[in-house]
């Protein structure tokens, strides 16, 4: 089971937190004018690495709010976290 | 190949069983081939197979990384059915089944295939609607479904705690009698041996680092055995899609997670059937040794750690011990993870590609195994007339820009 520091809350076990998927992902701003591959790029279309990877979590039975994650998929091990609105830490850019 | 018989199995006996024969081949790698299998699964051998018998396509190579079914199709809880709602999905499942169904002859190995039903169980008034809905829509496709009372479902599990005040009564179920469940190594290790004796040439311990393509078709691959030439490449690597699909410059839908299973230590037979639940989400069945094969849903997060969290595996015991009290006192033997490859519609993917020559069956998620003969069937299909069988023309990786999607999530008779 991960250990999963929440910015607001300390450490906390990860039921319960939720995870949020990739992180830093931009939705199209104009949305209307994109093509279908463009939208499907942008709805589906999945990094999942192998290795450091960012990604959103929420404390879902707790306080309930968003922050980003940098974990390693290999191992699981979280190397950084962050808030929403930040850039990643340089050291797992 | 030597066939394998009652005779065969009589005159090895004689000398001790010393003198059986190699299933398969281990041959080198030759410098080109018609096509290339990368990925030594289930899928990936029957693949090859198919190729070979139906298409008289046997200039084929399986280039495996580790070991032929060391992946997913030795680590799954070796279910089969085809009772899922969609039409798409029905076709294509039910393909597969009836492949199984004659696959030991057809092989000449015996997969043990038992067709012990599967049950799928209501707890509430949605869950009796979405079963009577799929047990209809499965009626229409043609697949056998029935509805099972909470006084047969006692008949067939007295084991079951059918008590009107459990915290999730039981209400019903769904049953497909010709669902159960078949040995998952055997599936894997027949189709190898089936598809070596017709010419394919199977080479483990060989991993692909590289696929290069000339003028927009495939032209060859780099290994740690080399680099192979061939004409046409399928990508059939389960939870490493990303990354091969990635070699040829191709983004997927995909996400790949941590899928558990375990067994408990060896009891007697108990379980005469296989027992799903969608709202306490478990599954169990009981092995030939008598160990109770356990699986329920992936992990929350993607990864690649073949590991899993505790609290997955407490969460599907806690459901096994609400459904079956008995098997409170029972303990874990082993537990374990395979990486699954989840599409965002819970639905495979079997396509080609915008590179001429690539293909990619992937995206089988938690429930590949019971896909395994008639995914290799469409994905044959597909390489050898490229183009889709009318079964996994729904399944192309195009349906993600057309939004064509086939929503299986939770439609497919249990979560995912």
Redesign the interface.
Known sequence: MLMISCPWCGCREETEFQHGGEAHIKRPEKPETLSDASWAEYLFMETNNKGIYLERWAHRYGCRRWFNVARNTITNEILAIYKIGENPPSKVR | MKKYSIFSLVRNALSFHQDWGKAWRSPSPKSSYDVIIIGGGGHGLATAYYLAKEHGITNVAVIEKGWIGGGNTGRNTTIIRSNYLWDESAAIYDKSLQLYEGLSTDLNYNIMLSQRGVMNLAHNLHDLREINRRINANILNGIDSEFLNPTKIKQMLPIINMSPTARFPILGASFQPRGGVARHDAVAWGFARAADNLGVDIIQQCEVTGINQKAGSVASINTTKGIITAKKIAIVVAG?S??IAEMAGI??????YPLQAMVSEPIKPIINTVVMSNAVHVYVSQSDKGELVLGAGID??????Q?G???VVEQQLSALCELFPLFSRLRILRQWAGVVDIC?DASPIISKTDINGLYINCGWGTGGFKATPGSGWCLAHTIARDEPHKINAPFNLNR???GALIDEHGAAAVAH
């Open positions: 490493h990303s990354q983004r997927l839908p995909i996400n790949s929350s997060y993607n990864s690649y750690t590991r969290s505790i609290n965002p993600f820009q057309t």
